[in-house]
């Protein structure tokens, strides 16, 4: 009889020990579901043998988007690189010289009026072509990439498309002559609230050219 209990009290602190085991493993593990993720640390590594982190240097190759000088100015700035579908779009920003908006534009323009964001799409991420846009003309005609005048900064996926937006655009948007939605447009960065607080954050602006039917 006294070898029965002390048998079933020996299976009963067995069970309780794995048990507690395996709440403690539970409680130890990192769920990241289905989403891809970014090695660059010992963060979701619970052991490894024979391997080593290594930096692979990048390597300079030739560049993969040059100004045109007669319609975007001098420079491109890449901001923004977004895998959409099976394309890659790429969000840069332009400077273009005063005297292109000088027709429209009452005084001295200034700096931020200047930059302005245009589109590039690939398939490869190598070989990038301008979209059509064929939206704004800043004197220049309407034949350019450019898909929000007198804005400066970037644009991204959420994939949760939180509050039913799936582009967001966080920066900046002056109010300018060429397009007509950026007048009164308003960021709707808010806290808990519904107070704006310190930033700029853009969504579902009507007319805003970056939600895909670019």
Same mark, same amino acid.
């Given at each position: 009889?006294?070898?029965? &209990?002390?048998?079933? #009290? @020996? ?6 020990? #794995?048990? *507690? ?17 970014? &090695?660059?640390?010992?963060? #979701? ?11 692979? +240097?990048?390597?300079?190759? !030739? +560049?993969?988007?040059?100004?045109? +000088? ?25 400077? *273009? ?9 009452? $005084?001295?323009?200034? $700096? ?12 490869? $991420?190598?070989?990038?072509?301008? *979209?059509?846009?064929?939206? @704004? ?31 967001? &655009?966080? $920066? =900046?948007?002056? !109010? ?26 853009? #969504?579902?602006?009507?007319?805003? *050219?970056? =939600?895909?039917?670019?």
């Amino acid at each position: 009889m006294c070898r029965i &209990f002390f048998k079933g #009290l @020996f299976i009963t602190i067995i069970s309780w020990l #794995l048990l *507690v085991n395996f709440a403690i493993c539970q409680d130890n593990i990192i769920r990241v579901g289905s989403k891809k993720q970014l &090695f660059i640390d010992d963060q #979701l590594i619970d052991n490894a043998a024979g391997v080593k982190w290594q930096v692979h +240097p990048p390597q300079k190759k !030739e +560049p993969v988007l040059l100004p045109v +000088p007669e319609k975007e100015g001098p420079r491109v700035s890449p901001k923004s690189i977004l895998q959409v579908g099976d394309e890659y779009w790429m969000y840069y920003t332009i400077h *273009v010289p005063q005297e292109w908006l000088e027709r429209d534009w009452e $005084g001295e323009v200034p $700096g931020y009026v200047r930059h302005m964001i245009c589109l590039a799409k690939s398939r490869d $991420g190598i070989h990038w072509k301008r *979209v059509d846009a064929n939206l @704004f003309d800043i004197g220049r005609g309407k034949d350019n990439a450019i898909v929000m005048p007198s804005s400066h900064g970037t644009i991204f996926l959420d994939p949760n498309e939180t509050r039913g937006s799936r582009f967001w &655009f966080i $920066g =900046n948007i002056t !109010e300018n002559p060429w397009w007509e939605e950026s007048e009164g447009a308003v960021y709707k960065l808010t806290d808990s609230e519904g107070e704006k607080v310190g930033g700029a954050m853009y #969504l579902d602006i009507p007319g805003m *050219v970056f =939600n895909g039917s670019v």
